[in-house]
């Protein structure tokens, strides 16, 4: 069936419209799946289903540890309900072992365990391919202010303590992930809040005892069964698969 309805907002994994109370959105996700800032594309029928999905389960179970979210219901299979914050364009990429980019970057080995947590900060712009910067860029071009960065890092850290223990308890390593936050307008003023989604488009998520990619590694390096990873994941969360039918 047609979507006619015209999106606020088309990014890479998801279309926004207005949601019918004011101060809320609708996030519908999409199928598509992009890698290598969308240098790479396809379509994969039902991977928006499982990350909606996966991201609805999630973020409440934030919410129970006190983080701050934009989520307020799943109301499809592809869409959610979400409070409208205004996005910080700064990408939160938390690193418990080394894989993906700062492997060639900084001349590490893909499954080297890093002494410390690590975080990294991306400046959220796909023209300019999103470059890492240091925590001075973004004060010196004002996309936060010192006190913004204190509490999005302290968030950032809490967010990987629970989820690392969350996915160790299911036979899964987090690797690493990516954050978005948003300011949130509030009777006593703008709030940080979680936003985006957290499903294994943007988590990179190993079987502990086997190393086996679950996340959309699967997707950039041509190994296949993206459906069944991701699939495995909401499984072992304990959450019931609806049918992975095609997108609008």
């Keep these: 069936m047609a979507d006619n309805r015209t999106p606020l907002y088309e990014g890479k994994a998801k279309r926004l419209f207005q949601g019918d109370e004011a101060g809320t959105i609708i996030q519908y996700f999409k199928d598509d799946a992009t890698a290598f800032n969308a240098q790479k594309k396809d379509i994969i029928i039902g991977k928006g289903i499982l990350n909606n999905l996966i991201s609805a389960h999630l973020f409440p179970a934030l919410g129970e540890l006190g983080i701050p979210h934009h989520f307020i219901a799943r109301t499809s299979p592809r869409e959610q309900l979400v409070k409208s914050v205004e996005i910080i364009p700064i990408e939160v990429i938390i690193r418990n072992i080394a894989a993906g980019s700062i492997c060639p970057r900084l001349g590490l080995t893909e499954g080297e365990k890093l002494d410390n947590t690590l975080i990294e900060f991306c400046l959220k712009n796909d023209a300019l391919g999103d470059p890492v910067v240091a925590a001075e860029h973004i004060l010196t071009l004002g996309i ?8 999005i ?16 308890g299911l036979g899964v390593r987090l690797v690493d992930f990516k954050l978005e936050f948003g300011w949130l307008e509030t009777a006593e003023g703008r709030q940080i809040v979680l936003a985006d989604e957290l499903s294994p488009d943007n988590c990179r998520l190993w079987d502990i005892k086997t190393d086996e990619k679950l996340d959309k590694d699967r997707f950039r390096r041509d190994i296949g069964g993206l459906i069944e990873a991701y699939s495995d994941i909401a499984t072992r969360l304990g959450l019931e698969i609806p049918p992975l039918t095609p997108q609008a």
Excluded at 144 to 151: F, I, T, Y
Aim: net charge negative; aromatic share 16%; charged share 25%.
């Design 153 to 168: 890092t302290e968030m950032s850290f809490r967010i990987n303590d629970f989820l690392s223990g969350l996915f160790f």
């Design 144 to 151: 936060a202010s010192p006190d913004d960065l204190v509490e």
